[in-house]
């Protein structure tokens, strides 16, 4: 089967990782697949934020919790690095999300390709609504107008990777 095929078929959202940081030469190779996204009318609106520093990614995990009604839970898993996707809402909202979910693919799939593990986190967007969100894009000197696409959680997986679901019939109609 064609590696890119293979990479397609197998990669498994990971929920358990181990402490370990990614390389930086596997990880620049990852984020530039994510800035590879295809995006409308080629204008790149979103973009990467790269968290490493435990004490962000706890507060961003806890913020996650909350919003998820969860409070005190790990939203991210333990994950040693967190590719926060933001995309900037000039050709609308719904482009924003479609360009940073292309985004968000990428990297997770770039991930699987180079044996690191990955899982897309929810709650972005409301994480930055949130007044502990905006300062963390102040902080990041990013601006406010910014939405929240999603969190692509990376490391090496904790454990074996377990075999894909059945996929569900009737899902490709031809017309």
Request: proline share 5%; glycine share 10%.
């Amino acid at each position: 089967m064609n590696e890119t095929m293979k990479t397609l078929l197998e990669r498994r959202s990971i929920r358990k990782y181990q402490p370990r940081q990614v390389e930086d030469a596997v990880l620049n190779e990852i984020l530039e697949a994510g800035l590879y996204a295809p995006s409308t009318k080629g204008r790149q609106s979103a973009l990467i934020v790269l968290v490493q520093d435990r004490e962000t990614i706890a507060e961003l995990s806890r913020i996650n919790a909350e919003i998820q009604g969860n409070p005190g839970a790990d939203a991210f898993f333990g994950a040693p690095t967190v590719a926060v996707v933001l995309a900037d809402t000039g050709l609308g909202e719904a482009n924003a999300r479609c360009d940073g979910a292309l985004v968000m693919g990428n990297l997770m799939n770039a991930a699987a390709a180079l044996g690191v593990g990955s899982c897309w986190i929810n709650r972005a967007k409301e994480t930055f609504e949130r007044p502990e969100g905006k300062a963390l894009l102040k902080k990041w000197g990013l601006p406010e107008t910014l939405i929240g696409v999603g969190n692509c959680i990376l490391g090496y997986a904790d454990g074996a990777v377990g075999a894909p679901a059945p996929r569900r019939d009737g899902r490709v109609i031809r017309a």
